[in-house]
């Protein structure tokens, strides 16, 4: 295994139990590590620090282990994959009534790099990194015996993942058994995963918790789910007795599986749902004041890294304020950023303005996250990536 040695005080990272080293911190290389090799890391003195995967970028290693002389084998992985079964076993997520929830997130799960999320008897598997496509089948095989045997198939997703300068070629497909998308459960709902041809792995499934809060607060609401996807919260928001609920997407495609859940869920002759096919921001504008009580803001990354950070921040001011100038006295707004590069605190500062632009009271009664299936490592805040305010705007 090849020993990177890091600048003199760049341990204090490893020392916090952080998991990444960038490429500035590293003093030498002995050797010419591949991208995905294992690689040892020591301090500036010598002294071994963790073992992780190796990248030719900016993040040079994810750290596996702060353990350096701890075997990366099979049973380490089965190890971590059944450390993270276990969470969601003790989270209450495997039942009966819920067979659609994320087993591995990444840093979270002290797999940086790694994304499992199960639908029913089927895993869908991101790579984010060389190093863990390298392990994907070990990792896949295990599944079956890690979740009792409720997976039996696992479709990788990593053609769109993994990083374009690996020049790795992938197909995205089954690499272990096969099986159809077929009808799923979140907290007793249907949907219809699309880990084929859907964004992430085919659902959102870090929503939930704030799923629930929408269907809490739905009865009698008329409810306007903007970029609806394919309608999970509008799914909860019917069930939540809402008066109707309109989803908003600009994705003809989206829409029609929208349609398709929403049908999976409602009675024969129950009307209370409308799909449109249009873009958010036109919507907004010209939406009438005072027809919708409960407001969705759920739009896609606005700021995938900090380059774009001040066009992100006026995207989030102009749909928000959009939005608070014409909700009905009385409304409740759910807004949302997944943007990893904009903080809770640019993001409350964006939603401030709105208010203020808007001259609406404004307050918040819910400041939002990521379900728990998404755990968020104490030592690596960059995982808390969905930032979300729930607020009564008078």
């Given at each position: 295994?090849?020993?990177?040695?890091?600048?003199?005080?760049?341990?204090?990272?490893?020392?916090r139990?952080?998991?990444?080293?960038?490429?500035?911190?590293?003093?030498?290389m002995?050797?010419?590590?591949?991208?995905?090799?294992?690689?040892s890391?020591?301090?500036?003195?010598?002294?071994?620090?963790?073992?992780?995967h190796?990248?030719?970028?900016?993040?040079?290693?994810?750290?596996?282990?702060?353990d350096?002389?701890?075997?990366?084998?099979?049973?380490?992985?089965?190890?971590?994959?059944?450390?993270?079964?276990?969470?969601?076993?003790?989270?209450?997520f495997?039942?009966?009534?819920?067979?659609?929830?994320?087993?591995?997130?990444?840093?979270?799960?002290?797999?940086p790099g790694?994304?499992?999320?199960?639908?029913?008897?089927?895993?869908?598997?991101?790579?984010?990194t060389?190093?863990m496509?390298?392990?994907?089948?070990?990792?896949?095989?295990?599944?079956?015996?890690?979740?009792?045997?409720?997976?039996?198939?696992?479709?990788?997703?990593?053609?769109?993942?993994l990083?374009?300068?690996?020049?790795?070629?992938?197909e995205?497909?089954?690499?272990?058994g096969?099986?159809?998308?077929?009808?799923?459960?979140?907290?007793g709902?249907?949907?219809?995963?699309d880990w084929?041809?859907?964004?992430?792995t085919?659902?959102?499934?870090?929503?939930?918790?704030?799923?629930?809060?929408?269907?809490?607060?739905?009865?009698?609401?008329?409810?306007?789910?903007?970029f609806?996807?394919?309608?999970?919260?509008?799914?909860?928001?019917?069930?939540?007795?809402?008066?109707?609920?309109?989803s908003?997407?600009?994705?003809?495609?989206?829409?029609?599986m929208?349609e398709?859940?929403?049908a999976?869920?409602?009675?024969?002759?129950?009307?209370r749902?409308?799909?449109?096919?249009?873009?958010?921001?036109?919507?907004?504008?010209?939406?009438?004041?005072d027809?919708?009580?409960?407001?969705?803001?759920?739009?896609?990354?606005?700021?995938?890294?900090?380059k774009?950070?001040?066009?992100?921040?006026?995207?989030?001011?102009?749909?928000?304020?959009?939005?608070?100038?014409?909700?009905?006295?009385?409304?409740l707004?759910?807004?949302?950023?997944?943007?990893?590069?904009?903080?809770?605190?640019?993001?409350?500062?964006?939603?401030?303005?709105?208010?203020?632009?808007a001259k609406?009271?404004?307050?918040?009664?819910?400041?939002?996250?990521q379900?728990?299936?998404h755990?968020?490592?104490?030592?690596?805040?960059?995982g808390?990536?969905?930032?979300?305010?729930?607020?009564?705007?008078?």
């Open positions: 295994m090849i020993k990177i040695t890091l600048k003199p005080k760049k341990e204090e990272n490893l020392e139990f952080h998991p990444w080293i960038f490429s500035g911190a590293i003093q030498k002995d050797g010419n590590p591949q991208e995905g090799d294992l690689v890391i020591c301090s500036s003195q010598g002294k071994p620090l963790a073992i992780g190796y990248a030719p970028t900016t993040i040079s290693i994810r750290v596996l282990s702060f350096p002389t701890e075997p990366i084998n099979e049973d380490f992985w089965k190890g971590r994959l059944a450390s993270a079964y276990n969470l969601r076993k003790q989270l209450g495997i039942r009966d009534d819920n067979d659609a929830y994320r087993l591995v997130h990444g840093e979270g799960d002290l797999m790694l994304i499992i999320d199960i639908y029913g008897a089927t895993a869908v598997m991101q790579a984010h060389v190093g496509h390298l392990v994907s089948k070990t990792i896949a095989k295990l599944l079956p015996e890690i979740t009792e045997g409720k997976v039996n198939s696992v479709y990788y997703k990593s053609e769109n993942t990083p374009y300068m690996a020049n790795i070629e992938t995205d497909g089954f690499i272990l096969e099986s159809e998308e077929v009808p799923v459960l979140e907290n709902i249907k949907f219809y995963p084929h041809k859907g964004q992430k085919g659902f959102f499934l870090d929503q939930r918790d704030n799923r629930m809060l929408v269907e809490k607060f739905s009865k009698d609401k008329t409810v306007l789910n903007m609806s996807y394919t309608g999970g919260f509008s799914l909860y928001a019917l069930r939540g007795g809402a008066k109707s609920v309109t908003i997407d600009s994705s003809a495609i989206a829409i029609d929208a398709r859940n929403v999976l869920n409602i009675q024969e002759g129950d009307n749902h409308q799909s449109l096919s249009e873009d958010a921001f036109k919507y907004l504008e010209n939406m009438p004041n027809k919708y009580d409960l407001i969705i803001l759920d739009p896609p990354a606005f700021a995938k890294h900090r774009v950070l001040r066009n992100a921040l006026s995207g989030y001011r102009k749909i928000n304020t959009m939005a608070l100038r014409n909700i009905k006295p009385g409304g707004l759910f807004t949302f950023s997944c943007s990893q590069a904009v903080t809770k605190e640019d993001f409350r500062l964006a939603v401030f303005s709105s208010a203020a632009a609406r009271r404004v307050r918040i009664l819910h400041q939002l996250t379900s728990a299936d755990p968020i490592n104490i030592y690596h805040p960059e808390e990536y969905l930032k979300g305010l729930l607020l009564y705007v008078e």
